[in-house]
């Protein structure tokens, strides 16, 4: 089975880390805000305009890519995965992985830097081309059998072509459907995908 895998909200715990450090970046520049956990975007989260956003992004983004960790048991669970057969690819449409300028190629090292200090093992790495974090073009060019995910938009229109696990976060509770399957840690995904191949 060709696994596709998200990185921001799969691998990491994107959520956590807006919640975490857009708060502490909006009190101390006496910025008020209003949480709505269901919007995908930070800045629809937090109620704020773009250059409150691009505040956050100068001061917090370097942190975010460089040292967040990856999930709890994410590295132990694709390695089992690949161990059983299943190719695993990364698929990510982080904002500038696609763009070839100087900033567009230090975003991809960073990237690829932060896979090996986590200990995350794949057979390929893919830097979507898609508009709007699409990622149906990947899909379909690599043959990807069952895509975990935790956009929105990506789980629903991915879900009508392949099976879509959906990474639990609150901007995704309305992602539902017969091809997608809500999880909640990364050994929950594990049973699920077994599940889904009939083990």
């Keep these: 089975m060709r696994i596709g895998i998200d990185i921001d909200g799969v691998l990491t ?5 807006i919640f975490d450090y857009m708060s502490k970046y909006l009190v101390l520049n006496g910025m008020p805000y209003n949480i709505e956990k269901s919007c995908y975007r930070f800045s629809d989260t937090f109620n704020v ?5 691009e ?5 917090y983004f370097d942190t975010y890519i460089t040292k967040e960790e990856a999930r709890k048991f994410a590295s132990e669970v694709i390695e089992k995965l690949k161990s059983e057969g299943n190719e695993i690819y ?10 070839n300028d100087a900033y567009g190629k230090k ?15 794949y057979d390929k790495l893919i830097f979507s081309k898609g508009e709007s974090e699409r990622k149906d073009y990947e899909i379909n060019e690599y043959k990807i059998d069952l895509m975990i995910e935790d956009n929105p938009n990506n789980i629903k229109e991915l879900s009508e072509i392949i099976p879509v696990i959906c990474y639990d976060a ?3 509770k309305e992602c539902f459907g017969s091809n997608v399957y809500r999880c909640y840690s990364w050994y929950d995904i594990y049973k ?3 599940e889904i191949r009939g083990k």
């Design 55 to 59: 505040g956050f992004l100068k001061d």
């Design 192 to 194: 699920k995908i077994n």
């Design 90 to 99: 990364i698929i990510t449409a982080r904002t500038h992985t696609n763009k």
């Design 13 to 17: 715990d994107m959520e956590s880390f």
């Design 49 to 53: 305009d773009e250059i409150h956003s």
């Design 107 to 121: 975003m991809r090292k960073l990237v690829k830097k932060w896979l090996k200090k986590n200990n995350i093992v």
């Design 170 to 172: 609150g901007y995704n």
